[in-house]
Nanobody, 122 residues
Framework: QVQLVESGGGLVQAGGSLRLSCAAS????????MGWFRQAPGKEREFVAT????????YYADSVKGRFTITRDNGKGTVYLQMNTLKPKDTAVYYC???????????????WGQGTQVTVSS
C-alpha cells in the first residue's frame, strides 16, 4: 500500500502557474504508475495526466496538453504537476493517484490522495 499527500494548491489568476506535489510513502514509489485527476464542483472526476513507473512515458488530457507537465522523482518519492497558463476552467480539486498498472486511469483500483484545491480567478 502507498499513502499519498498532495500539496501546492491555491488561488491564482488566469494565466498564472502552480506546481502541485504529491509525496508518497509506503511501498517503493517506483512500483507505481502515478497520475493526476481533478474534480470541479458538480462534475465527475476527470483524468488530467499520468506517468509510467520509470517516468519514461506520459499522457495528458486534451484539455491540459501543452499547458501541464507531469514529472516524477523516484528518489524523492514525489510526483509533480506543473500547471502553466491556468484558466478558470482548471478550477477543481486535484487528486494524486497511484496504480500498480502501467498507467493510472479512473477505472482501475487506484490509491488516492486527499486532494488539493486549485482555484483560478478571471
Amino acid at each position: 500500500q502507498v499513502q499519498l499527500v498532495e500539496s501546492g494548491g491555491g488561488l491564482v489568476q488566469a494565466g498564472g502557474s502552480l506546481r502541485l506535489s504529491c509525496a508518497a510513502s509506503g511501498r517503493p514509489f517506483s512500483s507505481y504508475s502515478m497520475g493526476w485527476f481533478r474534480q470541479a464542483p458538480g462534475k465527475e472526476r476527470e483524468f488530467v495526466a499520468t506517468i509510467t513507473r520509470s517516468g519514461g512515458t506520459t499522457y495528458y488530457a486534451d484539455s491540459v496538453k501543452g499547458r501541464f507537465t507531469i514529472t516524477r522523482d523516484n528518489g524523492k518519492g514525489t510526483v509533480y504537476l506543473q500547471m502553466n497558463t491556468l484558466k478558470p476552467k482548471d478550477t477543481a480539486v486535484y487528486y494524486c493517484a497511484a496504480s500498480t498498472a502501467p498507467t493510472v486511469t479512473l477505472d482501475r483500483n487506484n490509491y488516492w490522495g486527499q486532494g488539493t484545491q486549485v482555484t483560478v480567478s478571471s
